[in-house]
């Protein structure tokens, strides 16, 4: 297993493959595939981890919404969809960028749990 990194910036290495990047989900650094998609100035970079198989879609200028800073912070958010019965099952994750001013309950939850975010819609706990 190799230790897992949480920095979405990462140090720095001769070699890049895809801008500085690490999977914001094992930390990998290398095993790492984009794909660029879109008009020039309005693209997206589709990443994929060879390691964890996650892949999700790089915001090249992540900005809140809320505030327009461009010093967001990356981080996971589960996507749960409703299984059979009352069980919920992780299906996915993806990128979400957090404000450290407009957001900064989701952030110090993600820097301390190291751990997915909770879907912004939960479905009722049958518990
Ligand atoms: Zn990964
Ligand atoms: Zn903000």
Do not use: F
Not at 4 to 26: E, I, Q
Not at 43 to 49: F, G, P
Not at 65 to 80: E, F, H, K, N, Y
Not at 93 to 100: A, D, E, I, Q, S
């Amino acid at each position: 297993m190799r230790p897992v990194t949480r920095s979405p910036y990462g140090r720095a290495r001769s070699v890049v493959r895809v801008n500085d990047l690490s999977c914001p989900n094992c930390g990998e650094e290398d095993n790492l595939s984009g794909r660029r998609k879109g008009e020039p100035g309005n693209e997206t970079i589709t990443v994929t981890c060879g390691s964890c198989e996650l892949s999700w879609v790089r915001d090249l200028a992540p900005r809140c919404p809320t505030c327009g800073t461009d010093d967001v912070r990356t981080a996971l958010q589960s996507i749960v969809e409703k299984s059979r019965g009352t069980q919920l099952s992780i299906q996915s994750m993806r990128v979400v960028y957090l404000c450290p001013i407009c957001d900064p309950e989701r952030l110090a939850d993600w820097n301390q749990t190291n751990s997915p975010l909770r879907p912004a819609e939960l479905p009722h706990d049958a518990n």
